[in-house]
């Protein structure tokens, strides 16, 4: 009987993970869904698909598991009567095995099995799309360092006004050219992303069409608008006291 409890306190773990209200498999579909839509990506095609999936997790989280669950409570009970009613019950009852609730037991094996079938099924799915989440905060994170860095651009070049460089104090100088290596690093943070992204992009192409097609649209976005460059531009007007010019590259690249 112990394990039998314990099977169904993981049962209702599991219902935990897909439907949780706060990291479950659910909640982190719908922010998947957000996250592409805030990136403007424009495939019908992956949001129906990453809308079929969530129709499957909720289906089995709401309907399949608890099923399952009021299944495993009715074969406890049964169990337990009969344990109950045995004057001298045997060692190996707790096992619940040569009782009345061998078939509800069986009837919950499969159902389990059907579920394990699915969950396998969509991990893969998921995994996919998991990993273009990554990729996207990583780029919300460039962004907002890039939002930072613009800001002290701005408060340097409101300090610096009307000074040519040679003008400036060593000690100007000095924070010009660290501002400068903070953009040259953005700069090199992005290429990485971007060289990642377009390896996962190759790797998926025969796989998974459309997620690869997913990846395929962000980084053309990022080679038509020239990203890096800007950043390598910007980092080289903020080192020759081009603060304005570096400003204007600098909104160019998180609008």
């Known amino acids: 009987e112990f394990a039998f409890a314990r099977r169904l306190q993981d049962q209702r773990q599991v219902s935990e993970l897909l439907v949780g209200p706060a990291d479950g498999v659910e909640m982190q579909i719908i922010s998947l869904l957000d996250e592409l839509q805030s990136n403007r990506i424009d495939s019908p095609e992956v949001f129906e698909r990453m809308n079929l999936l969530l129709e499957v997790v909720r289906d089995i989280g709401t309907n399949q598991l608890p099923e399952i669950q009021r299944e495993m409570i009715h074969a406890l009970k049964i169990a337990r009567e009969e344990l109950a009613a045995d004057e001298q019950p045997n060692q190996d009852a707790g096992v619940l095995g040569d009782t009345a609730a061998a078939p509800s037991l069986a009837a919950v094996g499969r159902r389990q099995d059907d579920v394990i079938a699915t969950l396998e099924k969509l991990l893969g799915e998921f995994t996919q799309w998991d990993s273009y989440r990554r990729f996207s905060r990583e780029l919300n994170q460039l962004r907002q360092s890039q939002d930072e860095l613009r800001q002290d651009t701005e408060r340097m070049r409101l300090d610096n006004l009307a000074k040519t460089r040679d003008e400036l104090t060593p000690e100007q100088r000095a924070d010009l050219r660290r501002l400068a290596e903070r953009q040259t690093e953005l700069s090199r943070q992005f290429?990485?992303?971007?060289?990642?992204?377009?390896?996962?992009?190759?790797?998926?192409?025969?796989?998974?069409?459309?997620?690869?097609?997913?990846?395929?649209?962000?980084?053309?976005?990022?080679?038509?608008?020239?990203?890096?460059?800007?950043m390598r531009d910007s980092g080289r007007r903020i080192e020759d006291n081009q603060l304005g010019q570096a400003i204007d590259a600098q909104a160019f690249i998180i609008r």
């Open 191 to 230: 290429v990485r992303v971007q060289t990642r992204m377009d390896q996962m992009r190759n790797e998926l192409l025969d796989s998974d069409p459309a997620a690869a097609e997913t990846l395929a649209d962000t980084i053309d976005l990022a080679r038509r608008t020239a990203i890096g460059g800007q």
